[in-house]
């Protein structure tokens, strides 16, 4: 049975695109962890995060890495944080490669310049909270990841990468 593609990384690495595309190349499903959690609970992350809490958005992500790891053959796209809890990442592996998006704090800072999507990223200095956020994350995502991809160049780029890699695993 063909294991799932688990694309983790931090906010503005590319997931969701890369995912997307990824599943449209391979033929297979796609699932957001972000958007199914939206999906379930009728709110977005940034509703969520603001009338229900961190925490509670938390156990929704282990909650979901639970039930996604009953898939076969399927692309999906975690959030920043949903890989740097052991017990999700043992979840979500059960079935799952975990290929990590690498980009640097600068290709962050460009992408999301402008997006008010992300709660964590609502500071008045976002440079120092997304250099300190990824300094910290860093070693938890490399321990998560199977194979690490750097994410710097085109989605379709970083699609082929994850292709040849995902496609030469017996
Ligand atoms: C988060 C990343 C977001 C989303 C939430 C928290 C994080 O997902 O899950 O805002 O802790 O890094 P993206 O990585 O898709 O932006």
């Known amino acids: 049975m063909k294991k799932n593609i688990i694309l983790c990384g931090f906010m503005g690495c590319g997931k969701s ?35 229900k809490g961190e925490d509670y958005f938390r156990s929704l992500e282990l909650e979901v890495c639970k039930e996604l790891s009953n898939l076969h053959a399927a692309v999906i796209s975690t959030g920043g944080g949903t890989l740097l809890k052991d017990e999700n990442v043992k ?33 008045e200095d976002k440079e120092k909270a997304v250099k300190m956020m990824l300094s910290q994350r860093t070693p938890l995502y490399n321990r998560a990841a199977d194979y690490v991809i750097d994410a710097e160049e085109s989605p379709r780029k970083v699609c082929s990468r994850i292709m040849s890699v995902y496609n030469s695993i017996k």
């Open 17 to 51: 695109t890369v995912g997307k595309q990824l599943s449209e190349k391979m033929g297979m499903k796609f699932i957001d962890t972000d958007s199914y959690i939206e999906q379930k609970e009728g709110m977005t992350i940034s509703e969520i995060f603001a009338e």
């Open 91 to 123: 979840a979500i592996k059960k079935n799952g490669v975990v290929f990590l998006l690498n980009v640097s704090s600068n290709t962050v800072l460009t992408r999301l310049k402008s997006d008010d999507t992300r709660p964590l990223l609502q500071r």
